[in-house]
Nanobody, 121 residues
Framework: QVQLVESGGGLVQPGGSLRLSCATS????????MGWYRQAPGKQRELVAS???????NYADSVKGRFTISRDSAKNTVYLQMNSLKAEDTAVYFC???????????????WGQGTQVTVSS
């Protein structure tokens, strides 16, 4: 069973930093694109950042210059370094992987369960 597990969320003051991690299970054979999404209360889920197998990155305009996405392909893990956090960054952050599962050998989207990030003084 493919699983993605996020960690690193929490409460931080405005201007602070957090680093999110997303680890994948061994049932994944390979991963194409990995990304971070977020969903604030009453809002739709939105893309925050993504990174391809070739390390091409893409960011939402609202986080450019503040957030950095990276991946460790050997560990099938993706990270999101968040600096200069603002109150409007408060949301549940979800990890997504477009991955090939070992059991099915099919490319599918997989999601983590989410981790809460709260930016407040």
């Amino acid at each position: 069973q493919v699983q993605l597990v996020e960690s690193g969320g929490g409460l931080v003051q405005p201007g602070g930093s957090l680093r999110l991690s997303c680890a994948t299970s061994r049932s994944i054979k390979s991963i194409n694109t990995m990304g971070w999404y977020r969903q604030a209360p009453g809002k739709q889920r939105e893309l925050v950042a993504s990174i391809t197998r070739g390390n091409i990155t893409n960011y939402a305009d609202s986080v450019k210059g503040r957030f950095t996405i990276s991946r460790d392909s050997a560990k099938n893990t993706v990270y999101l370094q968040m600096n200069s956090l603002k109150a409007e960054d408060t949301a549940v952050y979800f990890c997504k992987a477009v991955a090939l599962a070992t059991a099915t050998m099919r490319l599918s989207d997989y999601w983590g369960q989410g981790t809460q990030v709260t930016v407040s003084s």
